[in-house]
């Protein structure tokens, strides 16, 4: 379970938290489109997914990137959304860290999970963890935590990036885009992460500013399955193809992807 011990640490002693000034940017952001009926009501922006100290100290961090977070995060009670939480930096991280201990969006998150539990990295902590690639228990003191965060914004729409058209949506997107990118790579910076893994659209990689590579994938694969790499931030990342949810490859094929991706 996530431990507020770190975070007493900052917040007792009246330090101010290392992502303090970006909560405040991300939260000026919110309140500017709170209102606007594409907005997902009562929800709050997810900086993150996940367990930020347990990420912090593994031997290697890993994060997961897609688009903006689902209207479903907020279809059930999966964080705290009140007010007194959004403003609270401390009570902010904690429901962000303690997303994957109760309540997860399960569906699509594990079709990352399966993914990272082959490389070594979960999500989840040892006690609320599905068992997709039969982790051993000698492993644990080698288990990496992982984030997921999201690139063009912190704030989920009530539809989909791609069903957002008219002159009024297009406008809200571009200007989420524009906020909510600068917020993702501040984020970047401060988590510096060794793995990025992002799956989804080709586009995605657009966001992304670096040389991209397309990795040569075996025969027998999908033809239409991709796989890319490139460098940013002092990280390796790669793009997975991906379609509705993460990950398009068969669960099957999972090692002989990290295979490729190790050579890199």
Known sequence: MFSLDRLRTFFGSKQKHPLSNLLDEMRGHFKDHQN????????????????????RHSKKRIITVAL???DKEFSEARFDVSPSTLSDDSQYIKTL????????????????EKLLQ???????????RPNFAAITPDAETGFNRALHTDVCSPIATSL???KLKSKEETLLKQELQRAGTKIWRDLIEYLDPDI?????????CDFIPGSWTDLTLPKDFDPSHQLRFCEFANAKV???SGKNVPISFK??????????????
């Open 36 to 55: 606007n009926k594409a907005v997902v009501q009562k929800s709050i922006p997810i900086l993150f997914f996940g367990d930020l100290d347990a990420y």
């Open 68 to 70: 903006n977070p689902s």
């Open 97 to 112: 860290s303690e997303y994957f201990e109760s309540n997860p969006y399960r569906f699509w998150f594990n079709h990352f």
């Open 118 to 128: 082959t490389i070594g990295a979960s999500y989840y902590s040892r006690n609320s």
């Open 160 to 162: 989909t990036w791609s």
């Open 196 to 204: 990025i893994l992002i799956s989804g659209g080709k586009y995605l």
């Open 238 to 240: 790669f793009w997975l």
């Open 251 to 264: 669960d099957t094929q999972l090692r002989r992807v990290w295979g490729l991706m190790e050579e890199v």
